[in-house]
């Protein structure tokens, strides 16, 4: 089992920056690939960005250019550093993490890994 916690949301200005940490504890090294979605009030969740134990990644058009996924793998954690925020990033964040080793290109808005957070909440706006 793999237990995942959310920190770093909280309301930011357009343009802004938010840095999102995903705190991983339990049986961590059967991890392989971890991603953060999102999903805003009356809207689809969305695969925001996702990276691999050996730290491959991948980002929705949305945010390419503007936010960063990393992992920091000896510490256990999962990392969302977003810069030029939008109003329409506003959402409800969360980690997430798979057991099962499949390709980067497995992963989309409807299939997702088994192991989720609770979410933290990001508000960009003025």
């Known amino acids: 089992q793999v237990q995942l916690v959310e920190s770093g949301g909280g309301l930011v200005p357009p343009g802004g920056s938010l840095r999102l940490s995903c705190a991983a504890s339990g049986t961590f090294y059967s991890i392989y690939n971890m991603a953060w979605y999102r999903q805003a009030p009356g809207k689809q969740r969305e695969l925001v960005a996702i990276i691999s134990r050996s730290k491959m990644t991948n980002y929705a058009d949305s945010v390419k250019g503007r936010f960063t996924i990393s992992r920091d793998n000896a510490n256990n954690s999962l990392y969302l550093q977003m810069n030029s925020l939008k109003p329409e990033d506003t959402a409800v964040y969360y980690c997430?993490?798979?057991?099962?080793?499949?390709?980067?290109?497995?992963?989309?808005?409807?299939?997702?890994?088994?192991?989720w957070g609770q979410g933290t909440q990001v508000t960009v706006s003025s």
């Open positions: 997430n993490a798979d057991n099962r080793g499949r390709p980067l290109t497995d992963y989309n808005n409807s299939h997702a890994g088994n192991y």
